[in-house]
């Protein structure tokens, strides 16, 4: 329909229901707390047109956590929420699952070593959970695997703008260098 002769009250807005569902997502996931964490990486809409009530959106939704119990029952919630907004909106949905990843703990005794270094060389260092997959996802399902990552300024990762002070990959390259000394000669 024409945005400029379809009155408010007679619309099927794609995007105003979609944008209720994105905001009841991320609300939602915040309430849940760390180390939850959900992403609305990507919208389109359709007709994508400027003077068109939109007819379509589509978006993503990316759920991680360090327990798949807790991812299952995340969705479970929101996509309750999203047949909630649908039926307020009046409009049609569907959730398709396209990719449902199983949490890969990293090796404790490997972490554990890292820690060990970086206390040993007085390094700063913090512990963390990430939901990024990496490939030590697929590693981690037959060898002893753990991560070790370096600040990047402002957070920023897998972005042209991604910068990382040389001093800090010198420590991440120290921490690196006694883990594994550490893994080939004392374990």
């Not at 996509?79 to 909630?84: F, G, L, N, P």
């Not at 699952?97 to 270094?117: G, N, T």
């Not at 420590?171 to 260098?177: P, W």
Request: charged share 25%; net charge negative; glycine share 6%.
């Amino acid at each position: 329909n024409h945005a400029g002769t379809t009155p408010m009250g007679y619309r099927k807005d794609a995007v105003y229901a979609a944008s209720h569902m994105i905001y009841e997502i991320i609300s939602l996931a915040k309430q849940q707390g760390d180390p939850l964490v959900a992403t609305v990486g990507k919208v389109e809409v359709g007709p994508n047109i400027v003077n068109v009530v939109p007819e379509k959106a589509v978006f993503t939704v990316d759920v991680r956590h360090t327990d798949k119990n807790a991812i299952v029952q995340f969705t479970k919630l929101f996509t309750r929420k999203i047949k909630e907004i649908s039926i307020e909106h009046e409009v049609e949905t569907s959730i398709d699952m396209w990719l449902d990843a199983d949490p890969v703990p990293m090796d404790f005794k490997i972490v554990e070593i890292i820690e060990k270094q970086c206390k040993e060389n007085n390094l700063n260092y913090k512990l963390m959970y990430s939901g990024a997959g990496h490939d030590a996802q697929i590693f981690a399902q037959t060898v002893p695997t753990a991560m070790l990552f370096v600040p990047s300024r402002k957070g920023i990762s897998h972005n042209p703008a991604e910068y990382t002070e040389p001093a800090d990959l010198a420590e991440g390259v120290k921490a690196l260098i006694g883990t594994l000394y550490e893994l080939a000669y004392k374990e």
